[in-house]
């Protein structure tokens, strides 16, 4: 839904030429207290027109396109980045879905894409795949698996997980105050061998009676991952 017009950068313009779009502010729909069956939006949310948005303001993006789809909300929240003209520069963040929030800090995926990006970048190390989720525990917390990076060391596995929690608490405030309320205990690693994601993945597609080509890896869980779809393989 966007043209990239630079390198090195998630921004791009809006691709007007393909579809006619419409905005509503994320927290208009998030503090929404829709049922799962919801089929349509209530009509008394405000709608933006593209040339009506703000820089730094994020909304969800509705598309109408010649294909057949009608003010479809696909979910995703996009961020203003600047503007080209009269077209807004967007940049996607993630699925207004792929939130957690187990104890009221509301983490979503962009944040945790950034936090473990930048932990991985500031330490020197390779980028791998990765997922993180919810574990109920006293207090609870999440757990972060990783590929590609089991060779590291005690003391750098360690440094890592330190570093992405601190990362969250920059980057959530909610979060911050949940941990040090202790409400929410420090993020914890584990390190997996090439392919197991892959396997995980392919194991929440059949749990979920999906096809391959629907399914979309997300990196945040919203709810802890069941005993069965995590095999002794992976849990170490």
């Given at each position: 839904m966007s043209i990239p017009i630079q390198d090195d950068t998630p921004s791009g313009v809006l691709d007007i030429a393909s579809a006619f779009f419409e905005f509503i502010p994320e927290e208009q729909i998030d503090g929404l207290d829709l049922p799962a069956d919801a089929q349509t939006l209530p009509p008394s949310l405000q709608v933006l027109r593209a040339e009506e948005l703000e820089i730094g303001q994020r909304y969800y993006i509705i598309l109408t396109n010649g294909a057949g789809l009608y003010r479809y909300h696909i979910g995703d929240i996009v961020q203003v980045t600047g503007w080209m003209g009269t077209t807004p520069m967007i940049e996607f963040l993630s699925r207004g879905v792929n939130t957690s929030s187990i104890a009221g800090e509301k983490l979503t995926e962009y944040q945790v894409t950034r936090a473990v990006g930048s932990a991985i970048e500031s330490l020197g190390l390779e980028k791998g795949c990765f997922v993180m989720y919810p574990v109920w525990a006293d207090p609870p917390y999440y757990m972060l698996l990783i590929e590609g990076l089991s060779y590291l060391s005690p003391e750098l596995r360690q440094a890592l997980s330190k570093v992405i929690d601190a990362n969250l608490m920059e980057a959530n405030c909610e979060y911050a105050s949940k941990r040090k309320g202790h409400?929410?205990?420090?993020?914890?690693?584990?390190?997996?061998?090439?392919?197991?994601?892959?396997?995980?993945?392919?194991?929440?597609?059949?749990?979920?009676?999906?096809?391959?080509?629907?399914?979309?890896?997300?990196?945040?869980?919203?709810?802890?991952?069941?005993?069965?779809?995590?095999?002794?393989?992976?849990?170490?």
């Amino acid at each position: 839904m966007s043209i990239p017009i630079q390198d090195d950068t998630p921004s791009g313009v809006l691709d007007i030429a393909s579809a006619f779009f419409e905005f509503i502010p994320e927290e208009q729909i998030d503090g929404l207290d829709l049922p799962a069956d919801a089929q349509t939006l209530p009509p008394s949310l405000q709608v933006l027109r593209a040339e009506e948005l703000e820089i730094g303001q994020r909304y969800y993006i509705i598309l109408t396109n010649g294909a057949g789809l009608y003010r479809y909300h696909i979910g995703d929240i996009v961020q203003v980045t600047g503007w080209m003209g009269t077209t807004p520069m967007i940049e996607f963040l993630s699925r207004g879905v792929n939130t957690s929030s187990i104890a009221g800090e509301k983490l979503t995926e962009y944040q945790v894409t950034r936090a473990v990006g930048s932990a991985i970048e500031s330490l020197g190390l390779e980028k791998g795949c990765f997922v993180m989720y919810p574990v109920w525990a006293d207090p609870p917390y999440y757990m972060l698996l990783i590929e590609g990076l089991s060779y590291l060391s005690p003391e750098l596995r360690q440094a890592l997980s330190k570093v992405i929690d601190a990362n969250l608490m920059e980057a959530n405030c909610e979060y911050a105050s949940k941990r040090k309320g202790h409400r929410l205990g420090e993020v914890r690693t584990r390190f997996l061998a090439d392919g197991e994601l892959s396997e995980l993945d392919r194991r929440l597609i059949m749990a979920n009676k999906g096809r391959s080509e629907q399914f979309k890896h997300r990196c945040l869980l919203n709810k802890p991952l069941k005993a069965d779809l995590i095999d002794p393989g992976i849990q170490r």
